[in-house]
């Protein structure tokens, strides 16, 4: 069953402003964090619940897994393109 997906409004508030590209890309890369979101990214080392994962080579997702309500919540979305 795939995770769900929320977002923290930080991370909301900065997807309008992505180019075109880039919003495709973030959502390829939603869907296979989705799926399944620990072979997305990486971990941080002092928590790996937290984890950092690039889309279209320059933006950058950073999020966090919560296991037992297989809950993906995306807290910061940065886009350097």
Do not use: C
Not at 27 to 32: I, R, V
């Amino acid at each position: 069953m795939p995770y769900r997906v929320t977002f923290h409004i930080t991370a909301s508030s900065a997807i309008p402003g992505l180019p075109p590209e880039a919003g495709h890309a973030l959502f390829e890369a939603l869907s296979k964090i989705r799926r399944d979101p620990h072979s997305a990214g990486s971990p941080d080392p002092d928590d790996p619940a937290h984890r950092h994962a690039v889309f279209g080579g320059v933006g950058v997702l950073a999020y966090r897994i919560n296991e037992e309500t297989e809950l993906v919540h995306v807290y910061q979305i940065t886009w350097a393109g």
